[in-house]
């Protein structure tokens, strides 16, 4: 009898301890539901509507069939928005390697290490909109603090955000230096769990610095600048805050469009435009599909260098 009242108040305790997990379990499943699944379900829809007015009224649509795809496709601002895109994601390797080599000083008996990390991890806790505000004010072209430094008067003033030779490279080096604090994080922990007996058999085996960092922790860290590479393409194929902020152009589009991104083009079709927002849907569910075949290259190659040993 006493077994039975302690194995049935166990059950309860059971019961009521899975319910309690279920509930906390469940709040990011509806919180998935309805502000990721259910919207990619409707743009999904909607990329074969014609939806007339700003905005989009879905009770009016039509079925527009392929047009709103044909109409992306046949798009040129469309396809230069992918060369913009393109061109800003080549930040993404500068600071893979900017990232490795800081790291690497990092693991380094240097004085003030951990004033170092924190210094250089502060561009990855700054808010995006904030760190372009911030930019926008070093190369603005009136009142810019490059422009000053450099010496050069009104009439001298380089145009970084309104000349189309300097706008992407100056999106190119603000990436950089938002976006090598991260990688510094992770080779930082990923360096220091490389097993140093393997940098004591490649020194008695005659390898010099050079050879065992090649050789040896190259590969050891491999996993982490495969976890960079993904998720950093990813963002970078998604980019939008850094031209939408800084402008420099009609529309905050830069100068001849350079600062049209593929999200950009969603935007601009989606809020900007009378009767587009099918075709924004069409240009979205062509994002999702180019950053899924991306990513599935990805894996695939990764297969022939990254080393999880």
Known sequence: ???????????KAGRAE?????????IPVIGFVLFGLIPL??????????????????EEATFAKLENFEAVLNDRMFWKSIGNT????LSLPICIVIALVIAYLLTK????????RSIYFIPYVCCAVAVALMWELIFNQSHGI??????????????????????????????????????????????TNVNSSLYEAAKVDGANSFQSFLHITLPAISPTTFYLLVTGL???????????????????????????????????NAFSYDGT?????????????????????????????????
């Open 234 to 268: 990813i963002g970078a194929l998604q980019e939008f805050t850094r031209p939408q902020v800084i402008g420099g152009g009609a529309g905050g589009q830069g100068p001849n469009n350079d600062g049209l991104t593929i999200v950009f083009y969603v935007y601009r």
């Open 146 to 191: 490059l422009n000053a430094f450099l010496g050069l008067s009104r009439d001298e003033a380089i145009g970084w955000l309104t000349d189309s030779k300097y706008y992407l490279p100056v999106l190119i080096v603000i990436g950089i230096w938002s976006g090598t604090a991260y990688g510094i994080v992770l080779y930082g922990a990923a360096l």
């Open 86 to 89: 393109l061109i800003m994601a």
């Open 109 to 116: 008996k240097i004085k003030g290490v951990k004033v170092f």
């Open 41 to 58: 379900v409707l743009a999904f829809v909607m990329a074969f509507l014609e939806i007339p007015g700003r905005g989009g009224r879905i």
């Open 277 to 309: 927002m099918g075709i924004a849907a069409a240009a979205a569910l062509i994002l999702a599909i180019l950053i899924l075949i991306v990513t599935v290259i990805n894996f695939a190659v990764s297969k022939k260098w990254v080393s999880y040993d």
């Open 1 to 11: 009898m006493y077994l039975n009242n302690v194995y049935k108040k166990r059950s």
């Open 18 to 26: 899975n319910v309690s997990g279920l509930l906390m379990a469940i």
